[in-house]
C-alpha cells in the first residue's frame, strides 16, 4: 500500500468541492489501488432519486430492532440530530432490521436545516415522494410506511459501526451517487481526491480517443484504463 503524503492540511470544504467534480466509480477505483477494496456500500443501497450526491462528512448512528414502546420515544435519535453539524451525512446501521422505516421526511427535514449533506440508511426509509421534492440526498434498502417506534430504537451514535458491510466512523468521508456509496477513511481523503482527480483526467483522454473509434485493445496497452 502506498498512500502518498500530503502537502499539508486542505479544508473541508475544498475537499468537498473537489469530490463533486468527480464520481463513485473513479473513487472506488482508486481506494482498490490503494488496497482498501471493501470502502463501497452494496448495490442493496439505492438513492431515492437519481440526482441525489451525497458529500459529507460521516455521523454514524446505530439502532436496534424492539418489541416495545419505550418512555421517550426517539430520545436517543433526536439527541443525535440535534448535535448534526454543517456538512454532516447521517450514516445509519439499523442492525439489519427491515421492519420499519428509520428514516423520514421530517428527519431529513431537521437535517437539512443543520446543514446536513445526506443520509445513508442500511435499512429502510418512508416518505419518499417528500424527500425527493425536498431533494435531500437519502440512500436506503427500500420504502416502508411503518414507523420505527415500538419497532427499531436508536441506542448509540459517533460510534464506530458496520453499514452495509463497511466499517465506518464519524468523520469519514461520505460519497454518494446514483452508482453507489463510498465511504472513504478519513486519513486518506486528500491522497484518493488526487489520485481519482488524476486518473478521471486519464478516462477523458481514453474517451476521446474511443470515439475516434480507435482499436479498444490498442487504446488500452496505451493508457491501462477502462
Known amino acids: 500500500m502506498n498512500v502518498p503524503p500530503s502537502d499539508g492540511p486542505t479544508s473541508f470544504a475544498e475537499i468537498a468541492g473537489r469530490l463533486r467534480g468527480l464520481y463513485s466509480a473513479v473513487l472506488c477505483d482508486v481506494l482498490d489501488s490503494l488496497g ?6 452494496s448495490y442493496r443501497i439505492r438513492p431515492l432519486f437519481p440526482a441525489a450526491v451525497a458529500v459529507g462528512k460521516a455521523r454514524t448512528m446505530l439502532s436496534r430492532p424492539v418489541n416495545r414502546f419505550p418512555e421517550k420515544p426517539y430520545a436517543k435519535e433526536l439527541e443525535a440530530l440535534d448535535t448534526l453539524q454543517p456538512d454532516d451525512v447521517i450514516v445509519f446501521d439499523t442492525s439489519e432490521d427491515l421492519t420499519s422505516a428509520v428514516w ?6 431537521a437535517s437539512m436545516a443543520k446543514g446536513a449533506r445526506g443520509a445513508i ?6 416518505d419518499a415522494a417528500k424527500i425527493r421534492e425536498a431533494q435531500f440526498p437519502v440512500f436506503a434498502r427500500g420504502i416502508s410506511s411503518y414507523d420505527s417506534h415500538g419497532r427499531s430504537e436508536v441506542i448509540d451514535y459517533d460510534t464506530p459501526i458496520t453499514c452495509d458491510g463497511v466499517k465506518v466512523q464519524t468523520g469519514d468521508v461520505v460519497f454518494g451517487d446514483y452508482d453507489g456509496v463510498i465511504i472513504i477513511p478519513s486519513a486518506l481523503v486528500e491522497a484518493v481526491v488526487e489520485k481519482a482527480e488524476q486518473k478521471a483526467s486519464r478516462e477523458k483522454i481514453v474517451e476521446g480517443e474511443f470515439r475516434k473509434g480507435r482499436k479498444v485493445a490498442d487504446v488500452f496497452m496505451e493508457h491501462g484504463i477502462l
Open 104 to 109: 423520514g421526511e421530517l428527519l431529513s427535514v
Open 36 to 41: 482498501y477494496r471493501h470502502q463501497a456500500l
Open 121 to 126: 440508511i442500511d435499512g429502510l426509509t418512508r
